[in-house]
């Protein structure tokens, strides 16, 4: 079981230091809880002590009432209330770090496992199946393996090079039993992914010597604007100071979606009215980052794919002003294409390839399709890199794309079946 060890000892163990971080939450609780009981009872205590200390020293006649004096009548500021608060504050800030930690985790193996979900369910279901019914590797094994890779979504062209891929490996090792193949399956699906390059997890580029412009693409409805909010998030998080530009202004409701977004995670937004040229909105943006110092302009751009030479002419222009403003902008075009529309997408992206130089693919709603092999198909049929996933609808739901994490949140239930064995 070498590649599932190995996602094993990647993915699961991480699961276990989650639960550890999980533990360690319940402790701070815990221990909140037993030090909100111990000052209540400090509280309580001394103010009997107060009031035993009040009889002792009354008066033993009520007839001689003597008037405070000005010194008496000074009362000393209580200040327990601002320690409490303070406290509070300290716990609040210890409650937060442990989250923190904990989303940040299972961002990598929970988070994808979940995501998942409904696309696992479907393909291990049906491999499980398959693997039941047939008892030795044989070529109806391979076509029914076929059929259920494509109604993944995997793609015709991509499928028919894993199937001979599968049939090399498994002449290669001399495998008879069909258990063993669920592993090369998974195998073969990261080395399809990566292909000749890097098993790396692709990150954003850059510029290093000043603003970062990132043009975000995209027909409407797939999720371009949720996603540039959770990128401004995810990038303030990093510590970068962050621009967004509305230059979606002939969507409906495209601008103010925008300032929303920006006002829930504390980014300024440049806007102009609806229908403004959408080349000036990015020009304005450019300028205010500038001005602000800022790290990272977020482009949003219009998605109107029925008007398809206009939508094309106007992402033109805008490249060429993000260039005249900062040579060698921008330094990722990012195409944001919906999980849920399955083949229809890589259409998608070849139209919008014509336009701009696609750098990477920002692949949302996952965790709402079983159709999750679409990832494969875009990667290997259009040598375009998934940089980022949408895993959900958290602001922190927005992950870098991880193959081995994609393939692990596929195979989640085969590995722990395979323990078992």
Known sequence: ?????????????????VQEDSGKKEDVDNLEEDQTEEEDQDLSTSTEEEEVQEDVNEPASEEVVEEPSKEEEVVEPDTTEYVQDEQEEEEVVVEEEVEEEVEEKESISTKFKKGLAKTRNSFATKVNDLVARYRTVDEDFFEELEEILISADVGVNTVMHLIDELKMEVKRRNIKDT??????????????Y???????????TFNQDGLTVLLFVGVNGVGKTTTIGKMAHRLKQQGKNVVMAAGDTFRAGAIEQLEVWGDR???PVIRHSEGS?????????IQSAKSKGADVLLCDTAGRLQNKVNLMNELSKVKRV???EIPGAPHESLLVLDATTGQNALSQAKTFSEATNVSGIVLTKLDG???????????????IPVKFVGLGEKVTDLQSFDAHAFVYGLFADMLEE???E
């Not at 258990?179 to 399809?192: G, H, N």
């Not at 990566?194 to 954003?204: L, Q, S, T, V």
């Not at 040229?277 to 943006?285: K, L």
């Open 369 to 383: 399709t079983a159709k999750g092999g679409i990832v494969m198909a875009i990667r290997n049929e259009l040598d």
């Open 277 to 285: 040229d959408p080349a000036a909105v990015i020009y304005d943006g």
């Open 265 to 267: 995670v504390g980014v």
């Open 179 to 192: 258990r063993e193949v669920r592993e090369v399956i998974s195998e073969k699906l990261v080395d399809i």
């Open 194 to 204: 990566y292909g000749d390059d890097d098993e790396e997890i692709e990150e954003i």
């Open 1 to 17: 079981m070498g590649f599932f060890k190995k996602l094993k000892e990647k993915f699961v163990k991480e699961d276990e230091h």
């Open 418 to 420: 395979s323990e078992q």
């Open 322 to 324: 993000i260039e005249r």
